[in-house]
C-alpha cells in the first residue's frame, strides 16, 4: 500500500484540529518524513557507534516502528538534554524520542507521551576511589558530584544535596572526565548510561542506592498545542506496548527492567 495512503488511514483516527489549525501531521503528509530529535550518546538509547555511524538503542528502533505506522521516512536530527527545549520549540524536529525524563521544568515548555521507560538515578565513581564506597558516601562534606547540565539529574541534585559539593559541566563527558581525572568523585546518571560506562571503560564502577531514590519515567517530547499530533503519537506508544514491540526492543537492548509496559 502507498505510504500517503497508510497515512491517510493512520489520521481516521485522530480528531481533527480546529479549523485553519495547521499539524505537524500535515507536515509529515506532505514531506512524507518524521523528524526525530535524538542525543546520540545515549547508550540502549539512542546511541551511535563511533567506529561504524550506525544508530542503535531502544528509541531509535520506536523511532522506526513509528515511521513505519506514519507511512513516512525517519530523519535523525542530532540534540542533546541541553538543547533539547530549544531544538524541540524551535522547529528542529517533530518529536524528541530519546528516553526524555519527565520533570516539571520541562513540562513547562514540553509535552509529553505516557512514559516507555522509568529509571531511578545511579552513580558512578572510579574503582580506585577510597571516598566512594556506598551510596551513604556520596552527600558528605568534601565529595564532590557531578553532573551534567540540562539533564535531570541537575535539578534532582540541587534539591537532594545537603553537604556534598555539587558541579554543573557542560556536557556528559565532561562530568566523565572530571571523576575519571580526580577533580570529582562521583557522577550521576541513570540505568542506561550506566550500563555504557562499566562496558567501555575500565575505570568506572557503578554505585546503587540502597533504596529507591528518585524515579524518573521517560517518555517522548513534543511542541505543546498540536493536539491531533500528541493523539497520533500516544496512539503509536500505546500500540506498541499492546504489541509487544517496546517488550521485544527493551529486551534486545538490555532495558527491560526499567521498561513501562502498561
Known amino acids: 500500500m502507498p505510504r500517503l ?17 495547521e499539524s505537524v501531521l500535515d507536515h509529515i503528509a506532505a514531506s512524507q518524513a518524521v523528524r526525530v530529535c535524538i542525543w546520540p550518546d ?15 538503542g531502544i528509541d531509535i528502533d ?31 524536529c517533530d ?9 516539571p521544568q520541562r513540562q513547562e515548555k514540553l509535552r509529553f507521551t505516557k512514559p516507555h521507560l522509568a529509571s531511578d538515578i545511579y552513580a558512578i565513581t572510579t574503582k580506585s576511589s577510597r571516598r566512594i564506597r556506598t551510596w551513604s558516601d556520596i552527600d558528605k562534606a568534601g565529595t564532590v558530584v557531578a553532573v551534567a547540565k540540562g539533564t535531570l539529574h ?10 556534598g559539593t555539587l558541579r554543573v559541566l557542560d556536557t556528559p563527558h565532561a562530568r566523565e572526565q572530571e571523576v575519571e581525572s580526580g577533580r570529582a568523585d562521583v557522577f550521576m546518571t541513570d540505568f542506561p548510561y550506566s550500563q555504557r560506562m562499566l562496558k567501555t571503560t575500565d575505570w568506572a564502577r557503578l554505585v546503587k542506592p540502597d533504596a ?28 506498541v506496548k499492546r504489541n509487544g514491540e517496546l517488550k521485544a526492543a527493551a529486551e534486545r537492548h538490555g532495558l527491560l527492567t ?5
Not at 495512503?5 to 489549525?21: F, H, Q
Not at 518529536?95 to 520533570?103: H, S, V
Not at 541537575?154 to 553537604?163: H, S, T
Request: aromatic share 10%; charged share 25%.
Open 5 to 21: 495512503t497508510l497515512l491517510a488511514l493512520s489520521l481516521l483516527a485522530i480528531p481533527l484540529a480546529a479549523s485553519g489549525e
Open 42 to 56: 545515549y547508550f540502549g538509547i539512542s546511541y551511535r557507534d563511533p567506529k561504524t555511524q550506525q544508530l542503535s
Open 62 to 92: 520506536m523511532a522506526r516502528a513509528l515511521g513505519r505506522d506514519l507511512g513516512a521516512r525517519v530523519e535523525f536530527v542530532d540534540s542533546s538534554f541541553a538543547r533539547l527545549i530549544a531544538d524541540v520549540s524551535e522547529d528542529r
Open 95 to 103: 518529536i524528541a524520542m530519546f528516553a526524555i525524563g519527565i520533570t
Open 154 to 163: 541537575e535539578p534532582v541534585m540541587k534539591g537532594k544535596l545537603k553537604a
Open 212 to 239: 529507591t531514590y528518585h524515579i524518573t519515567p521517560y517518555a517522548y517530547a513534543m511542541r505543546p498545542g498540536d493536539d491531533r499530533w500528541h493523539a497520533r503519537v500516544e496512539q503509536f506508544v500505546a500500540g
Open 258 to 262: 526499567i521498561a513501562v509496559l502498561d
